[in-house]
């Protein structure tokens, strides 16, 4: 059973199989792992190196480009083409108007998997990650198990989307939404829609909205947009600048919360010029056919989009009962996000917990080739296929 790319290996017959290092996930994030462990295997090859370790990458998706595939048509990078690559391979230059738009991403990504004739295997989705007792991995999929002496998890967040709960919820008689399920403005043409949100996903889906539906956008504090002139590359830049500080036992000079939340891309910037993003306060509670504030005012709603966040997608990992800190598990700390509680577990991408930046494009570069060196010398130490202690 051929799966991707030129190259790239089938199937057992029966499903799953052994290597060292097993990455789930293979989005971007997955991509980045993938890279550095292939340039491992071609370090070997060309005798600069010890042997590298085996491994493969699983996919939930049937097709390459992790969540961006998944992304509404207009929605556009923070940065130019040129500044928005992983690893190894620039992005290629983009035609159209503004930065590069979901689509231009997810064709980057198949081509870079490609490129790079990633071992990536599609349709398959980690259901259970279990420990076992002579130090390696059990990995149960939806298409067979998976033995390995490390794991990256690289799964990220678009699956598991995070909507509050308010008072009279479950009498609205309109439709709860998220992100995840936006995909453009045309189906909301003509209706009341109020957005949930005061981050970059709120913003630009008010504004894309605003121009075909009747749009209130309500913010739990107002919003912070970042200067006109701050883009990804300056975002990164201020992490990394942060992280570096705090490793070295200095004082931080500062994140990019401290500018604010919201990147001000070109149709933000538009919208919000043309007085079309003024924000609200929270409302309080749901009606059946709208919402309503503290001071009693009402507003008719179809739909409540949320633009509310993601919680990571770490489901496969319940049966390793990991510890939680801040609502993400126990690590040591960065470059390298390795498991607290179980040495050979890394995690990637899924934000800055896992490295600077580590959630983009141009951030998750530097996290993969720590975790990557971390997760090789973590396989190193007892191969799959070696004999038991």
């Known amino acids: ?33 993938g890279y550095y462990l292939n340039r491992l295997r071609r370090d070997e090859a060309s005798g600069r190196s010890g042997p590298a370790p085996s491994f493969a990458i699983l996919h939930a998706n049937r097709e390459p480009g992790g969540a961006w595939q998944d992304y509404w048509a207009s ?31 997810t064709e980057y990504l198949s081509r870079y998997e490609a490129r790079y004739d990633l071992r990536v295997y599609r349709s398959v989705r980690a259901t259970a990650v279990h420990a076992a007792a002579d130090g390696e991995y059990i990995t149960d999929t939806t298409r067979g198990r998976w033995t390995s002496r490390a794991v990256i998890s690289a799964t990220g967040t678009w699956n598991t989307p995070y909507l509050p709960q308010l008072p009279g919820a479950e009498l609205f008689e309109g439709r709860q939404l998220h992100t995840a399920d936006y995909r453009g403005a045309d189906p909301f043409a003509g209706l009341n829609v109020v957005v949930v949100g005061g981050g ?51 004082p931080s000079p500062g994140t990019a919360a401290s500018l604010g939340d919201i990147v001000a891309v070109p149709p933000v910037r538009e919208a919000r010029d043309a007085g079309l993003l003024q924000a609200r306060p929270m409302f309080s509670r749901f009606l059946p056919n709208g919402v ?29 009962s990991l510890r939680t800190r801040n609502g993400a598990p126990a690590t040591e700390p960065p470059p390298a996000t390795r498991s607290a509680d179980s040495r050979g577990l890394f995690f990637l991408g899924y934000g800055d917990w896992c490295g600077p930046a580590s959630a983009t494009l141009i951030g998750v570069g530097a996290a993969a080739r720590e975790t990557v060196a971390a997760a090789a010398s973590a396989a190193a130490a007892h191969p799959v296929g070696s004999p038991r202690p």
């Not at 983009?94 to 231009?104: F, I, M, R, V």
């Not at 605003?210 to 504090?221: F, H, I, L, M, Y």
Request: net charge negative.
């Open 1 to 33: 059973m051929q799966e991707t790319g030129t190259g790239q290996e089938a199937f057992p017959a029966a499903g799953g199989g052994d290597v060292d290092v097993l990455v789930i996930g293979g989005g971007q994030a997955g991509l980045a792992a």
């Open 75 to 105: 929605l556009e990078l923070f940065s130019p083409a040129a500044y928005s690559s992983l690893p190894g391979y620039q992005m290629p230059a983009w035609t159209g108007q503004g930065n590069p738009a979901a689509g231009h991403v």
């Open 200 to 250: 970059n996903s709120g913003a630009q889906i008010a504004a894309d909205l605003a121009p075909a539906a009747s749009v209130t956008w309500v913010t739990r504090k107002p919003p912070r947009y970042l200067p006109d002139d701050v883009d990804g590359r300056e975002l990164f830049r201020i992490a990394t600048r942060h992280v570096r500080a705090l490793a070295a036992g200095e």
């Open 292 to 320: 309503e504030w503290e001071n009693g005012e009402q507003s008719a709603a179809d739909v409540i989009l949320w633009c509310t966040g993601f919680r990571p997608g770490l489901a496969h990992l319940q049966p390793l």
